[in-house]
């Protein structure tokens, strides 16, 4: 019975609605969430910006206030910058960062210049000590500090980073953890998304990956184009093979060059001949016959603008047609999706159906 209950509960959580924010035509603010809509504010807000599990906004007044789905908040009634990923927000007064994190507020630095809010982790500058800082998981973490002028990290993933310390000795942050790679000469060219990180390894000349914590070899010789999602890579080898890489497993997707693809969170998208593939979780799918001019991908959500001018997505494996309506915008929230039509009216599609405001 406990085990029953467990299983509904954890089914329920990852099926609950996200919230998906938009502006009616009175201008009034709205979200929908749980099958059904609501009025967040009556008063044309500034702007606003959202992740997976809450959305910020700025009121007519010019306050920050953050809603998470249960409650607004009220973050600063100062004119703030701010960024917010699925998860994070985080905002500057003048020198200070601060963040929210789940309802907690609290300050990273009183110091700060440039930062970056990433899906699990806000990396920012602290010019006190002239350090580079990680914030993840409730913890401050420095990286590296320096004497001359500080710098924000080669590249800086979901959950993880590449940078070059004060010595130039390349490392890589990952879950809290720092793991060296060599002292290098130029630029390298990392690629990275979720607990994974791709490069051309110049010791080596090997096409390389690091994958939660391992440094492996993927390749014997160096790919010209790579790019990362969520626990795995997808490349195009010396021949124009385009390849999956996931827990030491190469998959084929294609033996032609593609003529482009995309990797965004759970989802690969590519078009061969005339025609649009997805492949997720171990499956290659066949999305339409056509090559959209439109799209958008984000978790395991694939949008995109059909032969007659409105929107369609791949989710949940199939190919469902979301209106018909030309000149129709789209975005993607959670494993929902927000349809605007041309008369300000929208259509949200969440867990096989669909909604109209």
Request: aromatic share 18%; glycine share 8%; with cysteine.
């Amino acid at each position: 019975m406990k085990m029953t209950f467990v299983f509904i509960f954890l089914t329920f959580c990852l099926n609950a609605q996200k919230v998906i924010p938009f502006e009616d035509f009175n201008n009034y603010f709205r979200t929908f969430q749980d099958g059904d809509f609501r009025v967040l504010e009556f008063q044309r807000i500034q702007e606003y910006k959202a992740g997976d599990e809450f959305t910020a906004y700025i009121d007519n007044r010019g306050n920050l206030r953050v809603f998470d789905g249960k409650k607004i908040t009220d973050v600063t009634n100062l004119n703030v910058k701010y960024q917010v990923s699925d998860h994070l927000l985080a905002w500057s007064v003048g020198p200070t960062v601060n963040l929210w994190d789940h309802g907690i507020q609290k300050t990273l630095t009183f110091n700060g210049r440039n930062y970056q809010v990433k899906d699990s982790m806000v990396v920012f500058e602290d010019l006190r000590y002239n350090s580079l800082n990680v914030y993840s998981k409730g913890e401050i973490k420095s990286l590296y500090t320096v004497v001359d002028e500080l710098y924000m990290p080669e590249f800086i993933g979901e959950n993880i980073i590449a940078f070059k310390d004060n010595g130039d000795f390349y490392k890589i942050y990952w879950d809290g953890n720092v793991y060296d790679l060599g002292v290098w000469n130029g630029n390298i060219q990392f690629q990275g998304g979720t607990d994974i990180l791709t490069f051309n390894d110049p010791t080596t000349r090997t096409f390389a990956v690091f994958d939660k914590g391992e440094i492996l070899d993927v390749e014997s010789f160096y790919m010209n184009k790579y790019k990362a999602g969520r626990g795995f890579i997808v490349y195009e080898d010396l021949n124009g093979n385009l390849f999956h890489y996931q827990n030491g497993i190469k998959t084929q997707l294609s033996n032609f060059t593609p003529d482009n693809w995309k990797v965004k969170d759970d989802l690969v998208i590519w078009e061969e001949n005339s025609f649009t593939y997805a492949y997720t979780n171990g499956e290659k799918f066949t999305v339409c016959n056509f090559q959209p001019e439109e799209m958008l991908l984000k978790n395991n959500v694939f949008v995109f603008r059909n032969v007659l001018g409105g929107v369609s997505a791949f989710i949940d494996n199939k190919v469902v047609e979301i209106t018909s309506q030309a000149d129709s915008s789209f975005e993607i929230y959670g494993n929902s999706i927000l349809v605007k039509l041309f008369n300000r009216s929208f259509i949200v599609y969440s867990n096989g159906v669909k909604y109209k405001s």
